[in-house]
Each structure stands twice: as C-alpha cells, then as structure tokens.
C-alpha cells in the first residue's frame, strides 16, 4: 500500500539555521506531494505542494522537490524563525483520489531564540 | 471564508456515551472525510464521503459512524465512546472536479474518553 517516511523528531534548531526534514514515500499509482504544518493548538494548514516529478513546491521560505527517481520530498528551509516552530507533516494523495490523504507521522520543530 | 467548520472544539465523554461531530463545508466540495490525529501516528483516515449519500470506510473505522445526506455537511457519530477514541479529530474536504486537488482541513476536535 501507501506509505510516506518522515524525519522522526524532535528536531531542535537556533534562529537563523539551515532545516531539512526528510521525507520519502511509497505509492502505489503517481502521488501528489504535500507538506502540512500544524502550530500549536490549531488545525492543519497547507504549507506546499507538488503535483509532478521534478515540480518545486514553495510558501514562506520552505521549499520541496519531488524527485521521482528517489521517492523523496523534503522540506528545505533556508533561515528558520521561531515561529516555524511546530508540527509538519508530509502527505500524498492519488491522482482521482482526494478524498485520501496518506501522511507521515509528523516531524516536531522547536526554534529556539 | 468559512472554509471547513468542525463542532464542537473540545468534548469530554463518560465511557459508553455517544456523541456526534459536527462538520460543514461551504466550498462546494464533493469529498469529504474524517481523519483522527495520535501522538505518534500522524493522521489516519475514519471514513470518507465522494458525495451525497455515498459513504465508504477508511483505515480505522470501528466505533464511527457516518453519513452524507447534503453536499454540505458530514456528521461523524460515535456510538458508544472507549477510552481509545481519545483523539484530536479532523474533518477535511476537497474537489472531485481535479485529478489533483488540495485537501481542506477544519481546525480540529479534541476529545477526551474517561
């Protein structure tokens, strides 16, 4: 079946350093490709996404690129803030499928000061 | 913008009490579903919902129960609460109209079984 892998946490960084969360995935059609971010106490939100092979998904500095020949997508951020701090979440859907998330497990970032 | 509304935001429930979830979406969506979120675990879908009146189960759909009676709203019922439905709940929708959509999440349920 569908599966995605993620970065087991928690991962702590300092303001200003360089994030990657690593995610791999196993599908059995062709996946789109999604981060979600959760903050603390709130609901899940969108972060970005990629429908296709070689596509960069990108939204407040994070990035992701799905790379097809090694089922990955990993989120990138270049200078993280305190405010990244929180929950995210990779995720894949089935092309005709969107009813059906398959997500990892989630990934806790701790930013501090 | 509405979006996706969940109800009630917090509950607590007696062991063997059932309740009902609340869930509405005002962006015309057809799919519909219901995932709960563990530590640990990530999301894991209960039961979805392709359009009115059609309903079909997901990866844990024991306890629940669903149905889909207006394109709008999407109710998840428990019928008798245990202590292993504690659990922060998720209601999402998203178009059928695209072969790739973005999923839509209400900000959550969280609910305690004692």
């Known amino acids: 079946g569908d599966s995605v892998t993620q970065m087991e946490g928690p991962v702590t960084l300092s303001e200003e350093a360089f994030l990657t969360i690593n995610c791999t995935y196993t599908a059995t059609g062709y996946p789109s490709l999604f981060w979600y971010v959760q903050y603390p106490g709130e609901g899940l939100q969108l972060l970005l996404k990629a429908t296709k092979a070689d596509d960069k998904g990108s939204n407040k500095g994070f990035e992701a690129t799905y790379r097809k020949e090694t089922t990955s997508f990993h989120l990138e951020k270049g200078s993280v803030q305190v405010s990244d701090s929180a929950v995210y979440f990779c995720?894949?859907?089935?092309?005709?499928?969107?009813?059906?998330?398959?997500f990892g497990k989630g990934t806790l970032l701790t930013v501090n000061p | 913008n509405a979006g996706v509304t969940q109800t009630p935001k917090f509950q607590v429930l007696k062991t063997g009490q059932s309740m009902t979830l609340q869930c509405a979406q005002d962006m015309n969506h057809e799919y519909m579903s219901w995932y709960r979120q563990d530590p640990g675990m990530g999301l894991r879908l209960i039961h979805y919902s392709v359009g009115a009146g059609i309903t079909d189960q997901g990866e844990v759909p024991n306890g629940y129960n669903v149905s889909r009676s207006t394109t709008e709203d999407f109710p998840l019922r428990l019928l008798s609460a245990a202590p292993s439905q504690t659990s922060v709940y998720f209601c999402?929708?998203?178009?059928?109209?695209?072969?790739?959509?973005?999923?839509?999440f209400g900000e959550g349920s969280w609910l305690t079984v004692v």
């Open positions: 995720a894949l859907s089935l092309r005709g499928s969107n009813y059906k998330l398959t």
């Open positions: 999402a929708s998203s178009s059928g109209q695209r072969e790739v959509a973005t999923i839509y």
